[in-house]
Structure formats: structure tokens, C-alpha cells
């Protein structure tokens, strides 16, 4: 998948700055945050939707939450609280096609 721009990331192809790693999941900050933490959390995995998710992924797309509790607990959000959002498909407003939790802290977030 080297025209997809997060497993160029996964391959070091990219940079990132890289909030967390393991075999199976990368956390990297957002390129454009829109919180004071805006983290994305991503199978090392290709898949390009949750849409795509295939059954035997449950567990991996489970931890991709995991990761997103640990990092905002690390970083010190896990009292004030924090958001966690996929976008799926054209109208959920996904841009990257390889699915990501977008993680968002530090200010109070409103609406949806
Ligand atoms: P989505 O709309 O859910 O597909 O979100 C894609 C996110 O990827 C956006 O928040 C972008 O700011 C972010 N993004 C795009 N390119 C990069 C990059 N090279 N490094 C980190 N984040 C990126
Ligand atoms: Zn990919």
C-alpha cells in the first residue's frame, strides 16, 4: 500500500511524531491538531475503512482504544476526559484511507 499515506508512516517512509508503538499499533500526533492533544491511532494493518473491517480485526480494532485510554491517561486526561471519533466513507468526513481513532484533550469539546 505505498500510495497510502499511513502505512508510509508505518514503514518510516514518513515522518511522525510517534506517541506510541507496539506490533501491532502506531499513535502519532495529528499534522493539524484541533485540540491541544490530537493524536490518530492506527493498525501497523491496512485497512482502509471500518466499513472494511474484517471480522477476525475485532481484537485489533479493540485496541486501537486500548491505546487511545492509555495515551490520554499518560498525558494526563484521564479525569478532565477526552474524545475519541473514526470517520468512516465521504460523508463521515474521512480524508486518510486507513483507519484511525482521532484522539482529542484539553479543551472542552461541544456538539457531537
Ligand atoms: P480523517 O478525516 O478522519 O481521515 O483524518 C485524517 C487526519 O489525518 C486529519 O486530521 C489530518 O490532519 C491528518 N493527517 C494528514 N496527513 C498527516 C500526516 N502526514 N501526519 C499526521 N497526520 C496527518
Ligand atoms: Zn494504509
Known amino acids: 500500500m505505498s500510495d497510502c499515506l499511513f502505512c508510509r508512516i508505518v514503514a518510516g517512509e514518513l515522518p511522525a511524531k510517534v506517541l506510541y508503538q507496539d506490533d501491532d499499533v502506531m ?3 495529528d499534522i493539524n491538531p ?3 492533544l490530537h493524536a490518530l491511532i492506527i ?3 491496512h485497512i482502509a ?3 472494511e473491517l474484517p471480522e477476525e480485526d475485532t481484537a485489533l480494532a479493540g485496541k486501537l482504544f486500548q491505546v487511545a485510554k492509555k495515551l490520554a491517561a499518560e498525558q494526563g486526561y484521564a479525569e478532565s476526559g477526552y474524545r475519541v471519533i473514526m470517520n468512516c466513507g465521504k460523508h463521515g468526513g474521512q480524508v486518510v484511507y486507513h483507519i484511525h481513532l482521532h484522539l482529542l484533550a484539553g479543551k472542552q469539546l461541544h456538539g457531537l
Open 27 to 29: 499513535a502519532f500526533h
Open 34 to 36: 484541533q485540540a491541544p
Open 43 to 45: 493498525p501497523r494493518k
Open 49 to 51: 475503512t471500518l466499513a
